[in-house]
């Protein structure tokens, strides 16, 4: 008799999974920050891409690099009953949101069809599922610790690209001589802890992990740590007057156009560079963090799937994740957003240099141990904590510290407070 009833349940079960599968697609209604030149061009790739397949495409744009407008524009709208189809989020942030109950959607019909789980890197899936459950689909990989540098203010200095802070610091200088701007720096939180994760992770890869990863006190407020903060209270020096306030792509702008000399930015700074003609190795170098050498920083964009109804809707969730995980759309969407593909499969012949460095250093990285989330870009920690080290960093970037080692101490005790 059970087993009657089972089968019953599996036919019904089977049945709602067919209609599902077989709803017509409605149109995605998509969260997102992506406003900036390079990024608009990649998106398109993601919506022409989805037209294709008849699925349209309903805007929500909430401009702001890091994502924090996003979220913010996100919580009002779930918090009145009428969460988007899709919403681009970041690393603990999309932990955070699973920990609510029924929030979101699930993508597990379409992960176990596509076989993501094996192509998928472990430190991606780590935020993509939750108590074992696919609820984001990945779209990329972009890596944090990198320098753009204008190759012709390079080439002025007569110096080599820098690999380590004092070379560094001797590449600025020269350009500080030759009357530009020698860092581009866009003067927000997000920003400021860019550039800061870098510093922290050149004091070695296992100090990163440990004080922005397992945030022990003793790396936090410890001699590395204001090492770290007296090299950013370095760079400062190196800002122009107006930093305050400035967009990251404004900044990038600058240095395509040689009014400045680099910029510490992720590789989305790449897709800005492309945006503006100028190819890699010729207008522009790509190049680590001076000290980072072998170590990556890393965050993933990641389209989250809300708990919507209806099957038209869930049908289309199922559509764009399985065309964001397609090989093909992961090479053609990242080589124009700057990124690296989400799935290990992907080869890299599409990339230029740039591209084709990231790819083989996040690999090693990842085979290293010396690959770790972004604390900047909320894949380090959870948002309480992030906010904690962005308050002291920007405090230092404006100037509020005169020495690393208080910048430090103060370190140790907001992060402490945040959890
Ligand atoms: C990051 C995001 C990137 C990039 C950047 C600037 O948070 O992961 O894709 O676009 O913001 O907007």
Redesign the pocket.
Known sequence: MRGFKGLKMTMAAALLASTASMAVAEDVEVLH??T?GG?AAALNVLKEDLASKGIGWVDMPVA????EAAMTALRARVTAGDAPTAVQM?GFDILDWAKEDGVLGNLDEVAAAEGWDAVIPAALQAFSKYDGHWIAAPV?V?STNWVWINKAALDATGLGEPTNFDELVAVLDKMKEAGITPIAHGGQA?QDGTVFDALVLAQGSDFYKAAFVDLDPAALGGAQMATAFDQLLKLRTYFDDNFSGRD?NLASSMVINGEAGMQFM?D?AKGEFLKAGKVPGTDFVCIRFPGTQGSVTF?S?QFVMFNVQGEGKKAAQAAMASAIESPTFQAAFNVV?G?VPARTDVPDTDFDDCGKKGMKDLAEASANGALHGSMA?GHGAPAAVKNATYDVITAVVNGEYSDGASAATALADAVAAAQ
């Open positions: 920050w992506w900036a990024e702001g690099g890091g994502g970041l990329n972009h997000w990251w992720g989305w965050n964009d957003k990124s870009h």
